[in-house]
Protein backbone atom coordinates (compact mmCIF):
# COMPACT_ATOMS: atom_id res chain seq x y z
CA UNK A 1 0.00 0.00 0.00
CA UNK A 2 1.69 3.50 -1.01
CA UNK A 3 1.73 6.04 1.54
CA UNK A 4 0.08 8.96 0.16
CA UNK A 5 2.04 12.42 1.58
CA UNK A 6 -0.30 15.91 1.32
CA UNK A 7 0.90 18.25 -0.98
CA UNK A 8 2.59 21.50 1.35
CA UNK A 9 1.33 25.01 -0.30
CA UNK A 10 3.85 27.77 1.36
CA UNK A 11 2.44 30.96 1.24
CA UNK A 12 6.03 32.35 1.89
CA UNK A 13 9.37 30.28 1.19
CA UNK A 14 12.17 32.21 3.19
CA UNK A 15 15.55 31.00 1.59
CA UNK A 16 18.92 32.04 0.90
CA UNK A 17 20.12 34.34 -1.43
CA UNK A 18 22.30 33.21 -4.24
CA UNK A 19 22.01 35.96 -6.51
CA UNK A 20 23.30 39.01 -5.59
CA UNK A 21 19.96 41.34 -7.54
CA UNK A 22 17.99 39.21 -6.59
CA UNK A 23 15.53 41.84 -4.38
CA UNK A 24 12.86 38.80 -3.73
CA UNK A 25 10.44 41.78 -5.11
CA UNK A 26 7.53 39.43 -4.94
CA UNK A 27 8.22 38.88 -1.13
CA UNK A 28 8.18 42.63 -1.07
CA UNK A 29 4.89 42.63 -2.53
CA UNK A 30 3.53 40.08 -0.05
CA UNK A 31 4.38 42.68 2.65
CA UNK A 32 2.78 45.96 0.72
CA UNK A 33 1.07 46.23 3.86
CA UNK A 34 3.87 46.35 6.32
CA UNK A 35 5.57 49.47 3.69
CA UNK A 36 2.19 50.79 3.97
CA UNK A 37 2.51 50.98 7.84
CA UNK A 38 5.99 52.10 8.03
CA UNK A 39 5.64 54.89 5.65
CA UNK A 40 2.48 56.20 8.21
CA UNK A 41 4.56 55.79 10.50
CA UNK A 42 7.51 57.70 9.45
CA UNK A 43 5.02 60.40 8.62
CA UNK A 44 3.18 60.82 11.65
CA UNK A 45 6.15 60.11 14.05
CA UNK A 46 8.23 62.90 12.72
CA UNK A 47 5.64 65.85 13.07
CA UNK A 48 4.26 64.49 16.48
CA UNK A 49 3.89 66.59 19.17
CA UNK A 50 4.75 69.81 16.72
CA UNK A 51 2.49 72.48 17.19
CA UNK A 52 2.59 73.24 13.37
CA UNK A 53 2.59 69.67 12.37
CA UNK A 54 2.62 68.95 8.13
CA UNK A 55 2.91 72.57 8.20
CA UNK A 56 6.13 72.91 8.48
CA UNK A 57 6.54 70.68 4.75
CA UNK A 58 5.77 74.61 3.47
CA UNK A 59 7.47 76.45 6.40
CA UNK A 60 10.55 74.70 5.77
CA UNK A 61 10.87 75.19 2.08
CA UNK A 62 9.75 78.96 2.72
CA UNK A 63 12.27 79.65 5.26
CA UNK A 64 14.45 78.28 2.87
CA UNK A 65 13.85 80.27 -0.31
CA UNK A 66 13.67 83.58 1.45
CA UNK A 67 17.20 82.90 2.64
CA UNK A 68 18.59 82.42 -0.77
CA UNK A 69 17.17 85.48 -2.05
CA UNK A 70 18.30 87.35 0.20
CA UNK A 71 21.94 86.12 0.60
CA UNK A 72 22.64 84.74 -2.78
CA UNK A 73 20.32 86.58 -4.95
CA UNK A 74 20.37 90.25 -3.27
CA UNK A 75 23.80 90.06 -1.35
CA UNK A 76 25.92 87.76 -3.45
CA UNK A 77 24.50 89.15 -6.76
CA UNK A 78 23.90 85.41 -8.47
CA UNK A 79 21.61 85.50 -11.77
CA UNK A 80 18.85 82.89 -12.01
CA UNK A 81 18.87 83.49 -15.45
CA UNK A 82 16.07 85.56 -15.59
CA UNK A 83 13.45 83.61 -14.03
CA UNK A 84 11.98 84.75 -10.76
CA UNK A 85 14.67 84.23 -8.07
CA UNK A 86 11.62 82.39 -5.35
CA UNK A 87 10.98 80.24 -8.29
CA UNK A 88 14.52 79.10 -9.22
CA UNK A 89 15.77 78.39 -5.80
CA UNK A 90 11.85 76.96 -4.81
CA UNK A 91 12.67 74.42 -7.82
CA UNK A 92 16.01 73.48 -6.88
CA UNK A 93 15.37 73.14 -3.71
CA UNK A 94 12.47 70.82 -3.56
CA UNK A 95 14.48 68.79 -5.48
CA UNK A 96 17.88 68.55 -3.65
CA UNK A 97 15.42 67.97 -0.47
CA UNK A 98 14.02 64.76 -2.11
CA UNK A 99 17.38 63.57 -2.69
CA UNK A 100 18.49 64.21 0.79
CA UNK A 101 16.27 62.97 2.61
CA UNK A 102 16.19 59.69 0.82
CA UNK A 103 20.16 59.24 0.69
CA UNK A 104 20.34 60.84 4.81
CA UNK A 105 17.37 58.53 6.56
CA UNK A 106 18.16 55.12 3.62
CA UNK A 107 21.47 55.88 5.07
CA UNK A 108 20.95 54.59 8.66
CA UNK A 109 17.73 52.89 8.30
CA UNK A 110 18.84 49.69 9.95
CA UNK A 111 20.26 51.56 12.54
CA UNK A 112 17.36 53.36 13.55
CA UNK A 113 15.18 50.29 12.83
CA UNK A 114 17.24 47.54 14.98
CA UNK A 115 14.55 46.55 17.23
CA UNK A 116 13.08 44.99 14.70
CA UNK A 117 15.26 43.79 12.29
CA UNK A 118 16.12 40.81 15.11
CA UNK A 119 12.46 39.93 16.26
CA UNK A 120 10.34 38.71 13.00
CA UNK A 121 11.19 38.08 9.26
CA UNK A 122 9.81 40.61 6.23
CA UNK A 123 11.84 41.76 3.08
CA UNK A 124 14.86 44.26 4.46
CA UNK A 125 13.80 46.26 1.38
CA UNK A 126 10.70 47.62 2.97
CA UNK A 127 12.47 49.55 5.14
CA UNK A 128 14.10 51.78 2.41
CA UNK A 129 11.12 51.86 0.34
CA UNK A 130 9.10 53.07 2.78
CA UNK A 131 11.49 56.33 3.30
CA UNK A 132 11.57 56.71 -0.14
CA UNK A 133 7.59 56.26 -0.39
CA UNK A 134 7.38 58.69 2.60
CA UNK A 135 9.17 61.67 1.25
CA UNK A 136 7.69 61.54 -1.74
CA UNK A 137 4.79 62.68 0.34
CA UNK A 138 6.69 65.67 1.61
CA UNK A 139 7.94 66.16 -1.96
CA UNK A 140 4.23 66.18 -3.03
CA UNK A 141 3.18 68.67 -0.52
CA UNK A 142 5.79 71.21 -1.18
CA UNK A 143 5.56 70.32 -5.55
CA UNK A 144 2.16 71.86 -5.05
CA UNK A 145 3.49 75.28 -3.03
CA UNK A 146 5.86 75.21 -6.17
CA UNK A 147 2.78 75.31 -9.01
CA UNK A 148 1.19 77.31 -6.50
CA UNK A 149 3.96 80.23 -6.56
CA UNK A 150 3.84 79.81 -10.31
CA UNK A 151 0.71 80.75 -10.66
CA UNK A 152 1.00 84.24 -8.26
CA UNK A 153 3.98 85.30 -10.41
CA UNK A 154 1.28 84.67 -13.57
CA UNK A 155 -1.75 86.68 -11.94
CA UNK A 156 1.26 89.19 -11.14
CA UNK A 157 1.69 89.27 -15.02
CA UNK A 158 5.00 87.63 -15.07
CA UNK A 159 4.49 84.63 -17.64
CA UNK A 160 5.51 81.50 -16.99
CA UNK A 161 4.53 78.31 -19.41
CA UNK A 162 5.77 74.67 -18.36
CA UNK A 163 6.98 73.16 -22.25
CA UNK A 164 7.21 69.51 -23.23
CA UNK A 165 10.01 68.75 -21.18
CA UNK A 166 8.12 68.93 -18.18
CA UNK A 167 6.50 65.64 -19.28
CA UNK A 168 9.69 64.07 -18.33
CA UNK A 169 8.43 65.35 -14.31
CA UNK A 170 7.66 61.31 -13.83
CA UNK A 171 11.19 59.84 -14.74
CA UNK A 172 13.01 62.83 -12.91
CA UNK A 173 11.25 61.87 -9.73
CA UNK A 174 12.01 57.95 -10.45
CA UNK A 175 15.69 58.63 -11.18
CA UNK A 176 16.04 61.40 -8.28
CA UNK A 177 14.72 58.52 -5.96
CA UNK A 178 16.90 55.78 -7.15
CA UNK A 179 19.71 57.72 -6.47
CA UNK A 180 18.81 58.19 -3.40
CA UNK A 181 18.08 54.54 -2.88
CA UNK A 182 21.42 53.43 -4.42
CA UNK A 183 23.72 55.44 -2.43
CA UNK A 184 21.32 55.17 0.61
CA UNK A 185 21.54 51.18 0.32
CA UNK A 186 25.62 51.36 0.07
CA UNK A 187 26.25 53.48 3.10
CA UNK A 188 23.61 51.73 5.18
CA UNK A 189 25.09 48.32 4.49
CA UNK A 190 28.74 49.93 5.54
CA UNK A 191 26.92 52.00 8.96
CA UNK A 192 25.77 49.28 10.33
CA UNK A 193 29.64 48.37 11.19
CA UNK A 194 31.35 51.91 10.86
CA UNK A 195 28.89 54.02 12.56
CA UNK A 196 31.17 56.80 12.28
CA UNK A 197 30.54 56.79 8.54
CA UNK A 198 26.51 58.11 9.40
CA UNK A 199 28.24 61.42 11.08
CA UNK A 200 30.27 61.87 7.79
CA UNK A 201 26.74 61.71 5.81
CA UNK A 202 25.60 64.15 8.07
CA UNK A 203 28.00 66.91 7.77
CA UNK A 204 28.45 65.63 4.06
CA UNK A 205 25.38 65.90 2.45
CA UNK A 206 24.68 69.30 3.33
CA UNK A 207 28.09 70.27 1.63
CA UNK A 208 27.43 68.49 -1.25
CA UNK A 209 24.55 70.32 -2.39
CA UNK A 210 26.86 73.20 -3.74
CA UNK A 211 27.94 70.90 -6.52
CA UNK A 212 24.86 71.03 -7.77
CA UNK A 213 22.93 73.73 -9.19
CA UNK A 214 20.48 74.31 -6.41
CA UNK A 215 21.76 78.07 -5.73
CA UNK A 216 23.24 78.70 -9.01
CA UNK A 217 22.23 78.18 -12.91
CA UNK A 218 24.98 75.77 -14.81
CA UNK A 219 25.22 78.93 -17.68
CA UNK A 220 27.08 80.58 -14.85
CA UNK A 221 29.18 78.17 -13.37
CA UNK A 222 30.33 77.14 -16.59
CA UNK A 223 31.17 81.13 -17.32
CA UNK A 224 32.75 81.87 -13.93
CA UNK A 225 34.28 78.79 -13.41
CA UNK A 226 35.44 76.84 -16.14
CA UNK A 227 38.19 75.12 -14.67
CA UNK A 228 36.46 73.19 -12.14
CA UNK A 229 32.61 73.84 -13.54
CA UNK A 230 33.02 70.20 -14.82
CA UNK A 231 32.43 68.72 -10.76
CA UNK A 232 28.91 70.63 -11.12
CA UNK A 233 27.84 69.27 -14.72
CA UNK A 234 28.60 66.10 -14.33
CA UNK A 235 27.16 65.43 -10.48
CA UNK A 236 23.65 63.46 -11.32
CA UNK A 237 21.68 65.51 -9.34
CA UNK A 238 23.04 68.63 -11.40
CA UNK A 239 20.83 67.40 -14.62
CA UNK A 240 18.08 66.76 -12.78
CA UNK A 241 17.59 69.68 -11.54
CA UNK A 242 18.41 71.58 -14.59
CA UNK A 243 15.77 69.66 -16.36
CA UNK A 244 13.21 70.38 -13.90
CA UNK A 245 13.89 73.86 -14.26
CA UNK A 246 13.51 74.08 -17.72
CA UNK A 247 10.35 72.31 -18.52
CA UNK A 248 8.62 74.12 -15.73
CA UNK A 249 10.23 77.73 -16.09
CA UNK A 250 11.45 76.97 -19.49
CA UNK A 251 15.27 78.40 -18.73
CA UNK A 252 18.13 76.44 -17.70
CA UNK A 253 21.15 74.41 -19.26
CA UNK A 254 19.02 71.41 -20.27
CA UNK A 255 20.23 69.13 -23.07
CA UNK A 256 19.40 65.54 -23.68
CA UNK A 257 23.17 63.87 -23.30
CA UNK A 258 23.25 65.55 -19.58
CA UNK A 259 20.06 63.82 -18.91
CA UNK A 260 20.95 60.26 -19.99
CA UNK A 261 24.41 60.22 -18.11
CA UNK A 262 22.40 61.02 -15.03
CA UNK A 263 19.95 58.18 -15.67
CA UNK A 264 22.96 55.85 -16.54
CA UNK A 265 25.41 56.88 -13.58
CA UNK A 266 21.70 56.25 -11.18
CA UNK A 267 21.11 53.22 -12.67
CA UNK A 268 25.05 51.88 -12.07
CA UNK A 269 24.50 53.41 -8.08
CA UNK A 270 21.12 51.69 -7.99
CA UNK A 271 22.74 48.27 -9.05
CA UNK A 272 25.58 48.48 -7.25
CA UNK A 273 23.46 49.43 -4.13
CA UNK A 274 21.22 45.91 -4.20
CA UNK A 275 24.55 44.18 -5.01
CA UNK A 276 25.89 45.92 -1.75
CA UNK A 277 22.70 45.27 0.28
CA UNK A 278 21.67 41.74 -0.75
CA UNK A 279 25.46 40.85 0.40
CA UNK A 280 25.96 42.59 3.43
CA UNK A 281 21.98 41.43 4.43
CA UNK A 282 23.09 38.00 5.62
CA UNK A 283 24.99 39.23 8.43
CA UNK A 284 23.96 42.86 9.57
CA UNK A 285 21.65 41.56 12.15
CA UNK A 286 24.84 40.25 14.22
CA UNK A 287 26.44 43.95 13.87
CA UNK A 288 23.64 46.77 13.76
Not at 4 to 12: F, I, K, R, S
Not at 30 to 54: A, C, E, M, N
Not at 73 to 96: S, V
Not at 269 to 281: A, D, R, T
Request: charged share 15%; net charge positive; aromatic share 16%.
Amino acid sequence: MTNLQPEENWDLEIAPKNNLFDLHLKDTWHYRDLLWLLVRRDFVSFYKQTILGPVWFFVQPIITILTYTLVFNKLAGINTDGTPAPLFYLAGTIIWNYFSDCLNKTSTVFKDNAGMLGKVYFPRLIMPLSIVCSNLIRFGVQFTLFITLMIIFNIKGVLIVPNAIALLFPLLILVIAALGLGLGMMISAVTTKYRDLAFVVSFGVPLLMYTTTVIYPLSTALTKYPKYSWIIKYNPVTAIIETFRYGFLGKASFNWELLGYSTGVTFIILLLGIMVFNKVEKTFVDTV
